[in-house]
């Protein structure tokens, strides 16, 4: 049944990215988004993983969840970080990045967190967005696209925040079928699944 389901996932994570053409993944980059993960349990409760993200970008699962990097979309682990630098140019890490990845169940709700923090280069072109997908399950056709949403946390277990609403373009995206949502986000820390 989890095989089925781990499938499943990765089926509408391959068509989210490939239908969507020009609003998640450039064709050109098909060979950057081999996974590079290690993925180790913590506790029946949480997950860790640590992946090395190369200036090439990828494409990594976080157990049931998975993050994109367009090529070139880590700022350089040098520039400036807070709500007030999101969208400030910056010069593009030139080596690879290494993040640390949690994966939490707390009150209900899975987190990931994402340590070092940093940001991402900004761009308006929608293929250079760094995009954040979440699996949710049970989720039905009765809900509402507007009641569930990845929101972001300074930490696990801090309320979270809404982004979409001063930034249409980190809007939250949802396929019902496959109990999946997926959203750009525009740095690192936590982020959370949250209806209503």
């Not at 399950?137 to 979270?160: C, F, H, R, T, Y």
């Not at 930034?167 to 109990?179: E, H, M, V």
Request: glycine share 8%; net charge positive; proline share 6%.
């Amino acid at each position: 049944m989890k095989l089925a389901r781990s499938i499943s996932f990765a089926l509408s994570v391959a068509a989210v990215v490939g239908c969507s053409g020009d609003a998640l993944a450039p064709r050109a980059d098909r060979t950057a988004e081999r996974p590079n993960l290690k993925v180790r349990t913590l506790r029946s409760t949480a997950t860790t993983a640590d992946i090395s993200v190369e200036p090439s970008g990828g494409f990594f699962w976080l157990g049931r969840h998975a993050v994109r990097f367009p090529k070139h979309s880590i700022c350089a682990l040098n520039s400036s970080y807070g709500p007030t630098e999101w969208d400030k140019p910056c010069s593009p890490a030139q080596g690879s990045v290494n993040f640390h990845v949690e994966v939490v169940s707390l009150n209900g709700r899975e987190w990931l967190e994402f340590t070092p923090a940093v940001r991402f280069v900004p761009t308006t072109r929608t293929n250079g967005y760094v995009t954040l997908f979440m699996r949710v399950d049970n989720l039905s056709n009765e809900i509402g696209k507007a009641d569930m949403q990845i929101l972001w946390s300074p930490a696990i277990g801090v309320p979270g925040i809404d982004e979409s609403a001063a930034d249409s373009t980190q809007r939250t995206f949802i396929n019902l079928g496959a109990g999946l949502l997926h959203r750009r986000i525009k740095h690192f820390s936590a982020y959370s699944v949250t209806e209503g």
